[in-house]
């Protein structure tokens, strides 16, 4: 089942995410240089990851799904751990940015396997706005 989350959610507040998720200040409005330059800076993989997340927000992703499609496969043994060092490649564009980092994740249920994520949707819009902008 796919799962949406509004601007509002609580479990956008439930993540799993540490510190880079926390110590600095959401995207806003006002930051449309700040995502063009940190979009930039992001590793080509991790651009990729990001970029379907973008074209998805508010909606919880399977790390499988993101392994297949935005990755373009094939879905090894352990997708999630894939995932996670695929988005390490943000560090820069993060530790430039002065801001959270632009996504939310969340560890699987007990009982289940994979990490799920998701970008918020006003995140969505800042990014995507910068991305309109730059064209």
């Not at 540490?18 to 449309?32: F, M, V």
């Not at 993060?94 to 699987?108: D, I, K, Q």
């Amino acid at each position: 089942m796919t799962a949406y989350l509004t601007e509002a959610d609580p479990r956008w507040d439930k993540h799993s995410g540490e510190a880079g998720h926390y110590r600095d200040s959401e995207w806003g409005p006002q930051d449309l240089e700040r995502a063009a330059k940190f979009s930039a800076e992001l590793a080509p993989q991790a651009w990729k990851v990001f970029q379907y997340l973008l074209r998805n927000p508010g909606r919880a992703i399977h790390c499988t799904e993101l392994v297949d499609k935005a990755l373009g496969g094939p879905n090894e043994s352990d997708p999630a751990r894939r995932v996670a060092g695929v988005l390490s490649g943000m560090s820069k564009g993060h530790g430039n940015s002065e801001r959270r980092l632009p996504f939310y994740w969340w560890e699987a249920p007990e009982g289940s396997v994979g990490a799920t994520y998701a970008v918020r949707p006003s995140v969505a819009a800042v990014f995507l706005a910068a991305q309109l902008d730059a064209t």
